[in-house]
């Protein structure tokens, strides 16, 4: 195989109570691309649609953790990457990791699948970085591994497949503002009280209990953000109304998606979905500010191979 064309999905991380550690696959909402070997050695970005962005493999997402990867491997060919861009960078459903989680997987794929996925997410991670200052794995293990994943630690890398219940579904409001993942990071404190250290560790605890056992009640229960959202929730117009107008239309919890400005909302089955979906897109649509809205089953597969 000298060519493949990959389905990268866009996740969501934090999933309220999960900061920097937990993130989830959705399966409506995607980039394309296309990877293939050729005869000069080297990463080259040789087209990009859907949004102006860096040629230079050096200054890409994608071209950094295929270097990182290429560095890795060291093949006796090079690979050129094509990015068709259907994640709006800045827009909080991982479209940095969505470019650098799909360029190694692709690379990966030609050469064997020398690399399992947590060696995957290490490459990515470099990618990652270059867009958010910091490298973690919240968006990225989830577009490798499909699902719900829960990053244990960063150093050394390991990462925790969680058991997705097969009813859930997301749906994703994106108000067309753009918020910097790193300006998102420094508003947050530098230290929290015990109070609501320990409110989080146990909504963290609890709702991975009930992604286990398929306990829908115990998830409503758990997902509450006690740390970040005061502070970035300040920087989404309407927050706390779409907050509120998803959970009186069924949500089952409702929180910033990575660091905003999209917002989602879990719910259980395609039908409360899709009425949270009405719901919240007559908030923004009183307003001045254009948006999207998604609903997608929650991705077990993550990656997928389209050719």
């Known amino acids: 195989m000298n060519e493949i064309k990959i389905f990268s999905p866009a996740t969501v991380a934090n999933v309220s109570c999960g900061f920097d550690v937990l993130g989830f696959c959705l399966d409506s909402i995607g980039d394309e691309m296309v990877i293939r070997k050729t005869d000069r050695k080297g990463i080259f970005i040789t087209k990009i649609e859907g949004y102006d962005l860096p040629f230079e493999a050096e200054k890409n997402v994608a071209g950094v953790s295929a270097l990182a990867m290429y560095a890795d491997a060291k093949p006796d060919f090079g690979f050129e990457i094509e990015i068709y861009k259907n994640i709006k960078p800045g827009s909080g459903v991982g479209s940095s990791s969505a470019s650098a989680a799909g360029s190694v997987f692709g690379m990966n794929v030609l050469l064997g699948n020398p690399y399992n996925n947590t060696e995957l997410s290490y490459f990515a991670m470099k990618g990652e970085a270059l867009a958010s200052q910091s490298e973690h794995a919240d968006n990225i293990a989830p577009a490798l591994f499909g699902g719900f994943t829960l990053v244990k630690s960063v150093s050394p890398l390991e990462i925790l497949e969680i058991p997705t219940p097969n009813n859930l579904y997301a749906t ?136």
Request: hydrophobic letters at 40%.
């Open 172 to 307: 994703i409001i994106h108000p067309q503002i753009e918020i910097k993942t790193s300006e998102a990071r420094a508003i947050l404190p530098k230290e929290v009280a015990l109070k609501d250290a320990i409110s989080q560790w146990a909504n963290v605890g609890s709702l991975i209990h009930g992604l286990h056992t398929s306990n829908y009640g115990l998830i409503e229960r758990s997902l509450h953000d006690a740390i970040v959202e005061p502070h970035r929730s300040k920087l989404i117009p309407l927050y706390h109304d779409v907050k509120a107008s998803a959970k009186a239309a069924g949500a089952l919890g409702c929180g910033i998606s990575g660091s905003g400005p999209s917002i989602f909302s879990l719910c259980e089955g395609i039908d409360a979905a899709k009425k949270v979906e009405l719901a919240i897109r007559k908030v923004y649509a009183n307003s001045d500010i254009e948006f999207d809205t998604y609903v997608s089953k929650i991705n077990a597969e993550g990656m997928k191979i389209l050719k």
